[in-house]
């Protein structure tokens, strides 16, 4: 039992929360891994969700409400850590849920939509079509959610698969804490914030800007630049790094 006046305590439970999912078969040892890298940058991003998180955050939904077929691609450690909020987002943008997974077996993918329908999702997991010009198992797709979407919210993504999708013209949305990564860099909407962060805001910013005709939504879409917000989130990283430096100096 985690002590909840443990200084590091939301980390400590995110990382039992993990551990746990790889115990029951849903997230791969290699998802434990990947989420120490982006705790990493998590940390010196302050833990906390900042103005150029929310400014994408509200874009990507604009862009889901605007789409004529959008899904929400879930991995393992996206299953185990926002699953109750994955379905509520999709719920309120009338997104489809695909699980889509790297470290691919039937099992394992059988596994995490199991998972899934405890909260209500009814993923797409037939894994009945491929993205042709990806060797990886995530080109594995279902030919009712990903292989015909328009706009694809891709969570902790791996940067071959984002450019295989907007090859295939697909806008592509990244929740992704490293803004030096070749998935930050090659999306089209980048969140760069903590996942547990970034869908319970989107949720917020659906419920508010659901109410907004076509043309108000394509505004918000085309002020946006992606190169921007990944200019002020290596801002936000050095002015958090120079804070630090000074409490030495």
Same mark, same amino acid.
């Given at each position: 039992?985690?002590?909840?006046?443990?200084?590091?305590?939301?980390?400590?439970?995110?990382?039992?929360?993990?551990?746990?999912?790889?115990?029951?078969? $849903?997230?791969?040892?290699?998802?434990?891994?990947?989420?120490?890298?982006?705790?990493?940058?998590?940390?010196?991003?302050?833990?906390?969700?900042?103005?150029?998180?929310?400014?994408?955050?509200?874009?990507?939904?604009?862009?889901?409400?605007?789409?004529?077929?959008?899904? $929400?691609?879930?991995?393992?450690?996206?299953?185990?850590?926002?699953?109750?909020?994955?379905?509520?987002?999709?719920?309120?943008?009338?997104?489809?849920?695909?699980?889509?997974?790297?470290?691919?077996?039937?099992?394992?993918?059988?596994?995490?939509?199991?998972?899934?329908?405890?909260?209500? $999702?009814?993923?797409?997991?037939?894994?009945?079509?491929?993205?042709?010009?990806?060797?990886?198992?995530?080109?594995?797709?279902?030919?009712?959610?990903?292989?015909?979407?328009?706009?694809?919210?891709?969570?902790?993504?791996?940067?071959?698969?984002?450019?295989?999708?907007?090859?295939?013209?697909?806008?592509?949305?990244?929740?992704?804490?490293?803004?030096?990564?070749?998935?930050?860099?090659?999306?089209?909407?980048?969140?760069?914030?903590?996942?547990?962060?970034?869908?319970?805001?989107?949720?917020?910013?659906?419920?508010?800007?659901?109410?907004?005709?076509?043309?108000?939504?394509?505004?918000?879409?085309?002020?946006?630049?992606?190169?921007?917000?990944?200019?002020?989130?290596?801002?936000?990283?050095?002015?958090?790094?120079?804070?630090?430096?000074?409490?030495?100096?």
């Amino acid at each position: 039992m985690i002590p909840k006046g443990h200084p590091r305590y939301v980390s400590l439970v995110t990382r039992e929360r993990l551990v746990e999912g790889f115990r029951g078969g $849903i997230t791969a040892l290699e998802g434990l891994i990947a989420h120490g890298r982006g705790e990493a940058f998590d940390y010196i991003l302050g833990e906390r969700t900042r103005e150029f998180a929310l400014k994408a955050e509200k874009v990507a939904v604009a862009m889901f409400l605007l789409a004529k077929n959008p899904v $929400i691609s879930v991995n393992g450690n996206t299953a185990v850590l926002v699953a109750k909020e994955i379905g509520e987002l999709a719920k309120v943008l009338n997104a489809k849920v695909e699980v889509n997974v790297f470290h691919h077996s039937k099992e394992r993918v059988r596994r995490i939509a199991d998972y899934l329908s405890k909260f209500g $999702i009814s993923a797409l997991c037939a894994g009945d079509a491929e993205l042709k010009g990806l060797s990886s198992a995530r080109r594995i797709v279902d030919k009712r959610g990903i292989y015909v979407a328009d706009v694809v919210l891709v969570p902790l993504e791996d940067g071959d698969r984002c450019e295989i999708l907007k090859k295939h013209g697909k806008k592509v949305i990244t929740i992704d804490l490293n803004p030096l990564s070749r998935t930050s860099r090659m999306a089209d909407v980048t969140i760069v914030d903590n996942i547990t962060r970034a869908i319970p805001k989107m949720i917020e910013f659906a419920k508010e800007l659901r109410s907004l005709n076509k043309e108000e939504l394509e505004k918000i879409v085309s002020e946006y630049d992606n190169r921007k917000i990944l200019a002020e989130a290596i801002e936000g990283i050095i002015e958090y790094l120079q804070k630090a430096k000074a409490n030495f100096d």
